[in-house]
């Protein structure tokens, strides 16, 4: 009998050491899918993700078929094929909510390119640049009040056309704070901006060359440059969650190589064709060529 009762002691304990375990152990459920990183998830099932946000060059969208061009998008669609994996558009993003899918998991990469700045910085990460956009001021034709000084803007006598979350928004933001705003929904092409300044229900607004010498091609002598140079110097970057360093030195490396290799430059010259010298500045090299 006092056999029997430690028989069943030792048994109880071990179910009892079973349950604890099977509790506490981890398994392949949603825990073990949570912890994945983006770079496990991309190189095992083949594909990156992308977001893009249309505007011209870094992202074009085919009005009749929805293919998507650009410098961002033709870039990452070569980096992927080097890399032998896939692109798949999953969504098209706003400028101030595209960093929301990153945090949600819903897609990878924003390979429309964006500029880096502080607020995007605090939860995304950026590739190596692309190239550079130099940024400039636009007024209505004939205006001349901000030729070398700009720093007048800053009244509320003066407004300022911006898009939610764009970078506009954030220069007048930032150096601008007492001129008023004119803002448009976050969705809204980059034109509409200088399209407001045109029809003079603003005063100023912000974007690189490319998008005014684009609009002043449907719209000739409607908008004129401040004479100011660039208010900033932006990088094209792509941007993933922050974290992610895997998938970032992996799209740097294959990024690396194409600028090496020339392709990059080929792709920015078939964009600019039809643009004013000097639009996009390049990505300097990182050696230096001995003198013979």
Same mark, same amino acid.
């Given at each position: 009998?006092?056999?029997? &009762?430690?028989?069943?002691?030792?048994?109880?304990?071990?179910?009892?050491?079973?349950?604890?375990? &099977?509790?506490?152990?981890?398994?392949?459920?949603?825990?073990?899918?949570?912890?994945?990183?983006?770079?496990?998830?991309? !190189?095992?099932?083949?594909?990156?993700?992308?977001?893009?946000?249309?505007?011209?060059?870094?992202?074009?969208?085919?009005?009749?078929?929805? $293919?998507?061009?650009?410098?961002?998008?033709?870039?990452?669609?070569?980096?992927?094929?080097?890399?032998?994996? $896939?692109?798949?558009?999953?969504?098209?993003?706003? %400028?101030?909510?595209?960093?929301?899918?990153?945090?949600?998991?819903?897609?990878?990469?924003?390979?429309?390119?964006?500029?880096?700045?502080?607020?995007?910085?605090?939860?995304?990460? *950026?590739?190596?640049?692309?190239?550079? #956009?130099?940024?400039?001021?636009?007024?209505?034709?004939?205006?001349?009040?901000?030729?070398?000084?700009?720093?007048?803007?800053?009244?509320? #006598?003066?407004?300022?056309?911006?898009?939610?979350?764009?970078?506009?928004?954030?220069?007048?933001?930032?150096?601008?704070?007492?001129?008023?705003?004119? #803002?448009?929904?976050?969705?809204?092409?980059?034109?509409?901006?200088?399209?407001?300044?045109?029809?003079?229900? &603003?005063?100023?607004? *912000?974007?690189?060359?490319?998008?005014?010498?684009?609009?002043?091609?449907?719209?000739?002598?409607?908008?004129?440059?401040?004479?100011?140079?660039?208010?900033?110097?932006?990088?094209?970057? %792509?941007?993933?969650?922050?974290?992610?360093?895997?998938?970032?030195? !992996?799209?740097?490396?294959?990024?690396?190589?194409?600028?090496?290799?020339?392709?990059?430059?080929?792709?920015?010259?078939?964009?600019?064709?039809?643009? &004013?010298?000097?639009?996009?500045?390049?990505?300097?090299?990182?050696?230096?060529?001995? $003198?013979?």
């Amino acid at each position: 009998m006092k056999r029997f &009762a430690i028989t069943l002691f030792v048994a109880a304990l071990a179910m009892t050491s079973a349950t604890l375990t &099977a509790c506490t152990a981890p398994t392949g459920g949603p825990s073990a899918a949570a912890t994945e990183s983006v770079y496990d998830r991309v !190189m095992r099932t083949g594909t990156i993700r992308c977001a893009y946000v249309v505007y011209p060059p870094g992202c074009i969208k085919d009005a009749n078929t929805g $293919k998507l061009s650009g410098i961002g998008i033709d870039t990452i669609e070569l980096v992927a094929k080097n890399l032998g994996l $896939k692109v798949q558009y999953a969504e098209e993003v706003g %400028w101030g909510t595209m960093t929301e899918g990153l945090q949600t998991n819903r897609y990878d990469v924003v390979a429309s390119v964006a500029w880096v700045n502080a607020n995007r910085a605090r939860v995304a990460d *950026f590739s190596h640049p692309l190239y550079y #956009s130099p940024v400039l001021a636009y007024a209505k034709k004939d205006e001349h009040r901000f030729d070398g000084k700009l720093d007048i803007l800053n009244s509320p #006598s003066y407004k300022i056309a911006t898009i939610d979350g764009e970078t506009a928004n954030v220069i007048a933001n930032e150096d601008y704070p007492l001129c008023k705003k004119v #803002s448009l929904p976050q969705l809204s092409d980059l034109s509409q901006m200088l399209l407001t300044v045109s029809s003079g229900k &603003a005063d100023v607004t *912000f974007v690189e060359k490319s998008v005014a010498t684009d609009y002043l091609k449907h719209n000739p002598g409607a908008i004129v440059a401040i004479k100011s140079g660039p208010v900033r110097v932006f990088p094209n970057c %792509w941007m993933f969650r922050r974290g992610q360093m895997e998938l970032k030195d !992996m799209l740097d490396s294959a990024l690396d190589q194409v600028e090496n290799s020339g392709a990059v430059e080929k792709i920015l010259r078939k964009y600019e064709a039809g643009q &004013a010298p000097g639009t996009w500045y390049r990505v300097a090299p990182n050696y230096v060529v001995p $003198k013979s």
